[in-house]
């Protein structure tokens, strides 16, 4: 109510005051329009004295005077009537959007992001071929007006007074049109609701900015803003688009048949594309080549021959996410957000030019070893279900309205819902009504089915996945990123986004506490069954992990051995020494970011984290315990090529070199141990490079999630696997376990990186010389019972089983 008073006193005070001076204003009024309609009087008398050769003169330059002031009351919006038009500011200053391109780190364009697929080209770059066919179609007296062609504009007229239809505008007029939207961005004043004077206001204002680009501009500039911005269809915005779309060659390159048939695009975009009108495009090319005829720039002769050769086209039209690392650039584009926001940039319309860190021939490799190895996976899993659907609990029984809760989380049940209200049964028939749908396929990429939605869920989750990431341990430089085995039907991300159970690979933060405080890979400590009691609050509780194989081995064992075999119990016990809050904090120094839960099967892997969190851990300890943030970019230009932005990476040491040396050991103990769980790699070409391996297998609870962590000196590499939802699984860990599913990417990756030649910084041994004294022994090899080790290398992998008390969970991870 006080608000409502305080408004009403504001307004009644500043209406006294406007009342008070309107008699002013109108006195002011009547004595300026006295004044006028005086003056005009004199002047009507002094015209009617005049001959008639002096009366036509009057009348002329009263017109052209009449004219000069209606285009000045027009460009300065006068009282609001006619809308804005473009300013200096604008014209010197134009807002182009302009497509942001992706470079990697060997030079190669990653993708793009924009609104309109527009790339800037200089006139250097433009085909003089181009350059001629345009001006002999859309403005033949270019070099000779001042952005308005007078002698078009009366030809225009006439033409319209014999009843035919004829454009006027010159290529300088359309510069406007293009670049100022002047026809509905500025077509805002009152009168610009009138439908009549709508396009009289707007043909104006194209007039006088015309005339005020030519003042400012040279023709050569103006013909390059003109390729730079002129839309010709099929995502194509300017020249350089325009070329590569429809020819799949550069604008330099452009030959006059191809030149005619994107200038006869202008005409009209859809009624003369290429692709869906071949026939009209070809005739609307042939009409562009005589008018190369008319101007003499082609003779008769060439021009019959190039009509008589078809429209070749070589098309392809460039979306947003075409080519490679699509979670990569999708995950790119979140994480410039903050920094586009804080300094007033746009990365889908500034025409910035990103410099990433990928590598472009590591991506490929990554993207096949993917490819490659979830294949091999997807026909295990399906022969392994085979006759069942996968979507199981604990006790192997399927789960009740697993694919009725998913389908309840679609954008389709959402729409059902509102159109059939109160009609459950409904909505029921058209979830299960079939129709053509899109799913994915490895073959094909994708496939056509007639599916009903509830069938496409049920098709879709059976699918298994994958991440894997690799990164420059001494740079942090992310070399490599695939979020999962397909974009188009999975864009969430599952390098950097997902979070899922880390299980052993959760060991690297145990061990690495344990150096901490002292203890070394040398130390020995028994494999025996061991209970772990706590409290959860006020209620008393016992944990009794198990190995993977289900039973202890009862004698010693070092802890480089516990490591590389990947031994839960002897992981408990190193666990229950440290302490959990120890652990937890080594694993937030080394990268760790996701919060983890205070309690006991966290030392096994029970607390979610992202793959890329984990593999930057693992290089903190490559990288001699000095720690920094996962580098994407190395730097953004803007469109003028100034740096404007660059990653302020800051190296900190977060554990000593002595802890992170004895670490390194205990990883390439994975290799070196008998029964690590890293031996695998040796079904893989890489030991012909003079390069070392370590790295460590991970496996959760039923295994839901599988991992693999390996590193060498210049390069580390993490692969996850497992299925969208968590209950998706295998049922045994000779199909499901790390070392079985996640390694062999690993293992394909390094194999095509370490064979490229051009890669080659990427071998190399791990230093054999500590660079500062080591006070703890961790040369020792271990020499075990010919039956304490599976004859297959990878049975003691690292899946916990959860004790007989308690029931095993797919949240869960490592039971309590």
Same mark, same amino acid.
């Given at each position: 109510?006080?608000?409502?008073?305080?408004?009403?006193?504001?307004?009644?005070?500043?209406?006294?005051?406007?009342?008070?001076?309107?008699?002013?204003?109108?006195?002011?009024?009547?004595?300026?329009?006295?004044?006028?309609?005086?003056?005009?009087?004199?002047?009507?008398?002094?015209?009617?004295?005049?001959?008639?050769?002096?009366?036509?003169?009057?009348?002329?330059?009263?017109?052209?005077?009449?004219?000069?002031?209606?285009?000045? =009351?027009?460009?300065?919006?006068?009282?609001?009537?006619?809308?804005?038009?473009?300013?200096?500011?604008?014209?010197?200053?134009?807002?182009?959007?302009?497509?942001?391109?992706?470079?990697?780190?060997?030079?190669?364009?990653?993708?793009?992001?924009?609104?309109?697929?527009?790339?800037?080209?200089?006139?250097?770059?433009?085909?003089?071929?181009?350059?001629?066919?345009?001006?002999?179609?859309?403005?033949?007296?270019?070099?000779?007006?001042?952005?308005?062609?007078?002698?078009?504009?009366?030809?225009?007229?006439?033409?319209?007074?014999?009843?035919?239809?004829?454009?006027?505008?010159?290529?300088?007029?359309?510069? $406007?049109?293009?670049?100022?939207?002047?026809?509905?961005?500025?077509?805002?004043?009152?009168?610009?609701?009138?439908?009549?004077?709508?396009?009289?206001?707007?043909?104006?204002?194209?007039?006088?900015?015309?005339?005020?680009?030519?003042?400012?501009?040279?023709?050569?500039?103006?013909?390059?803003?003109?390729?730079?911005? $002129?839309?010709?269809?099929?995502?194509?915005?300017?020249?350089?688009?325009?070329?590569?779309?429809?020819?799949?060659?550069?604008?330099?390159?452009?030959?006059?048949?191809?030149?005619?048939?994107?200038?006869?695009?202008?005409?009209?975009?859809?009624?003369?594309?290429?692709?869906?009108?071949?026939?009209?495009?070809?005739?609307?090319? @042939?009409?562009?080549?005589?008018?190369?005829?008319?101007?003499?720039?082609?003779?008769?002769?060439?021009?019959?021959?190039?009509?008589?050769?078809?429209?070749?086209?070589?098309?392809?039209?460039?979306?947003?996410?075409?080519?490679?690392?699509?979670?990569?650039?999708?995950?790119?584009?979140?994480?410039?957000?903050?920094?586009?926001?804080?300094?007033?940039?746009?990365?889908?319309?500034?025409?910035?030019?990103?410099?990433?860190?990928?590598?472009?021939?590591?991506?490929?490799?990554?993207?096949?070893?993917?490819?490659?190895?979830?294949?091999?996976?997807?026909?295990?899993?399906?022969?392994?279900?085979?006759?069942? @659907?996968?979507?199981?609990?604990?006790?192997?029984?399927?789960?009740?309205?697993?694919?009725?809760?998913? +389908?309840?989380?679609?954008?389709?049940?959402?729409?059902?819902?509102?159109? /059939?209200?109160?009609?459950?049964?409904?909505?029921?028939?058209?979830?299960?009504?079939?129709?053509?749908?899109?799913?994915?396929? /490895?073959?094909?990429?994708?496939?056509?089915?007639?599916?009903?939605?509830?069938?496409? =869920?049920?098709?879709?989750?059976?699918?298994?996945?994958?991440?894997? $990431?690799?990164?420059?341990?001494?740079?942090?430089?992310?070399? +490599?990123?695939?979020?999962?085995?397909?974009?188009?039907?999975?864009?969430?991300?599952?390098?950097?986004?997902?979070?899922?159970?880390?299980?052993?690979?959760?060991?690297?933060?145990? /061990?690495?506490?344990?150096?901490?405080?002292?203890?070394?890979?040398?130390?020995?400590?028994?494999?025996?069954?061991?209970?772990?009691?706590?409290?959860?609050?006020?209620?008393?509780?016992?944990?009794?992990?198990? @190995?993977?194989?289900?039973?202890?081995?009862?004698?010693?064992?070092?802890?480089?051995?516990?490591?590389?075999?990947?031994?839960?119990?002897?992981?408990?016990?190193?666990?229950?020494?440290?302490?959990?809050?120890?652990?937890?904090?080594?694993?937030?120094?080394?990268?760790?970011?996701?919060?983890?839960?205070?309690?006991?099967?966290?030392?096994?892997?029970?607390?979610?984290?992202?793959?890329?969190?984990?593999?930057?851990?693992?290089?903190?300890?490559?990288?001699?315990?000095?720690?920094?943030?996962?580098?994407?970019?190395?730097?953004?230009?803007?469109?003028?090529?100034?740096?404007?932005?660059?990653?302020?990476?800051?190296?900190?040491?977060?554990?000593?070199?002595?802890?992170?040396?004895?670490?390194?050991?205990?990883?390439?103990?994975?290799?070196?141990?008998?029964?690590?769980?890293?031996?695998?790699?040796?079904?893989?070409?890489?030991?012909?490079?003079?390069?070392?391996?370590?790295?460590?297998?991970?496996?959760?609870?039923?295994?839901?999630?599988?991992?693999?962590?390996?590193? &060498?000196?210049?390069?580390?590499?993490?692969?996850?696997?497992?299925?969208?939802?968590?209950?998706?699984?295998?049922?045994?860990?000779?199909?499901?376990?790390?070392?079985?599913?996640?390694?062999?990417?690993?293992?394909?990756?390094?194999?095509?990186?370490?064979?490229?030649?051009?890669?080659?910084?990427?071998?190399?041994?791990?230093?054999?010389?500590?660079?500062?004294?080591?006070?703890?022994?961790?040369?020792?090899?271990?020499?075990?019972?010919?039956?304490?080790?599976?004859?297959?290398?990878?049975?003691?992998?690292?899946?916990?089983?959860?004790?007989?008390?308690?029931?095993? &969970?797919?949240?869960?991870?490592?039971?309590?």
């Amino acid at each position: 109510m006080n608000l409502i008073l305080v408004v009403k006193q504001f307004i009644m005070k500043w209406w006294g005051k406007f009342l008070v001076q309107l008699p002013v204003a109108w006195e002011f009024i009547k004595v300026w329009l006295g004044k006028f309609i005086a003056w005009r009087k004199r002047r009507h008398i002094r015209y009617r004295g005049l001959v008639w050769y002096r009366k036509i003169v009057n009348i002329i330059l009263t017109g052209f005077v009449l004219f000069l002031l209606y285009l000045f =009351i027009v460009d300065i919006n006068f009282l609001w009537l006619f809308g804005k038009s473009p300013g200096l500011r604008s014209i010197h200053n134009p807002n182009q959007s302009s497509a942001s391109i992706i470079y990697t780190s060997d030079g190669k364009v990653l993708g793009k992001y924009f609104r309109e697929n527009r790339t800037p080209v200089t006139y250097d770059e433009i085909s003089p071929k181009l350059i001629k066919t345009l001006i002999a179609t859309e403005d033949v007296r270019f070099y000779k007006h001042f952005g308005i062609d007078i002698e078009g504009v009366f030809a225009a007229l006439k033409d319209m007074a014999k009843g035919r239809s004829r454009g006027a505008s010159t290529i300088t007029q359309q510069l $406007v049109k293009n670049m100022y939207k002047t026809r509905n961005q500025y077509s805002t004043g009152l009168f610009g609701y009138i439908p009549g004077l709508r396009l009289i206001i707007s043909k104006t204002k194209e007039w006088t900015t015309a005339v005020k680009i030519e003042m400012f501009y040279s023709k050569k500039d103006i013909l390059t803003m003109y390729f730079n911005t $002129v839309d010709f269809g099929s995502n194509a915005f300017g020249i350089h688009t325009a070329a590569k779309t429809f020819f799949n060659t550069t604008p330099a390159k452009l030959n006059y048949e191809q030149s005619a048939t994107l200038v006869g695009l202008l005409k009209a975009t859809t009624s003369y594309s290429p692709i869906a009108h071949p026939t009209r495009s070809k005739e609307r090319r @042939n009409v562009v080549l005589e008018n190369l005829v008319k101007q003499k720039v082609i003779s008769k002769h060439i021009c019959d021959s190039l009509k008589l050769i078809p429209i070749q086209l070589n098309f392809s039209e460039e979306q947003n996410y075409d080519g490679n690392a699509l979670h990569f650039r999708a995950y790119l584009e979140k994480y410039l957000q903050d920094w586009e926001q804080k300094n007033g940039y746009d990365i889908y319309s500034d025409g910035l030019k990103i410099y990433v860190t990928i590598d472009s021939r590591m991506q490929k490799y990554a993207e096949e070893a993917v490819n490659k190895q979830m294949r091999i996976v997807q026909k295990k899993f399906d022969d392994h279900w085979r006759g069942q @659907n996968p979507w199981q609990d604990e006790n192997h029984k399927e789960i009740v309205n697993f694919i009725e809760d998913i +389908a309840k989380k679609t954008k389709a049940y959402a729409s059902l819902s509102v159109k /059939y209200k109160n009609h459950p049964d409904s909505i029921t028939y058209f979830l299960n009504l079939p129709h053509a749908v899109k799913v994915f396929d /490895y073959e094909t990429g994708e496939k056509e089915m007639n599916l009903s939605i509830m069938d496409s =869920i049920r098709y879709m989750n059976r699918f298994m996945h994958c991440s894997f $990431v690799s990164m420059e341990p001494q740079t942090g430089n992310v070399k +490599a990123w695939v979020g999962d085995i397909n974009f188009k039907f999975w864009q969430y991300d599952k390098v950097a986004q997902s979070k899922r159970q880390p299980g052993s690979t959760f060991k690297l933060f145990d /061990y690495t506490a344990a150096m901490m405080q002292g203890m070394s890979p040398c130390d020995m400590m028994t494999d025996k069954s061991v209970t772990w009691k706590y409290k959860e609050g006020n209620t008393e509780k016992s944990w009794t992990p198990r @190995n993977a194989n289900g039973y202890s081995l009862g004698y010693a064992v070092s802890l480089k051995n516990a490591f590389a075999q990947s031994i839960n119990t002897i992981a408990v016990q190193v666990s229950q020494i440290v302490g959990i809050p120890e652990i937890i904090k080594c694993a937030y120094l080394l990268g760790i970011q996701t919060p983890l839960e205070n309690k006991p099967s966290t030392c096994l892997g029970s607390s979610d984290v992202s793959l890329l969190e984990l593999v930057n851990s693992y290089s903190t300890v490559v990288n001699e315990g000095v720690y920094h943030d996962p580098i994407l970019v190395t730097r953004i230009e803007d469109k003028d090529g100034n740096v404007i932005y660059e990653p302020k990476s800051v190296q900190k040491r977060v554990i000593p070199y002595e802890d992170a040396w004895l670490m390194t050991e205990m990883l390439k103990g994975g290799m070196t141990e008998p029964g690590g769980t890293s031996r695998a790699l040796w079904s893989w070409d890489l030991f012909k490079y003079n390069t070392d391996f370590g790295g460590k297998t991970g496996t959760s609870s039923n295994h839901s999630d599988a991992w693999y962590v390996g590193v &060498s000196k210049n390069l580390v590499g993490g692969a996850w696997v497992g299925g969208e939802q968590r209950c998706v699984h295998f049922r045994t860990g000779e199909l499901g376990q790390g070392s079985r599913t996640a390694l062999p990417v690993f293992g394909m990756f390094m194999e095509k990186v370490l064979k490229d030649e051009s890669l080659s910084k990427y071998r190399g041994k791990f230093p054999t010389k500590p660079k500062e004294p080591i006070s703890r022994n961790y040369g020792c090899h271990t020499v075990l019972p010919p039956d304490s080790i599976s004859a297959d290398s990878t049975a003691l992998d690292e899946a916990d089983t959860p004790p007989e008390d308690v029931p095993a &969970s797919n949240e869960s991870g490592q039971n309590e």
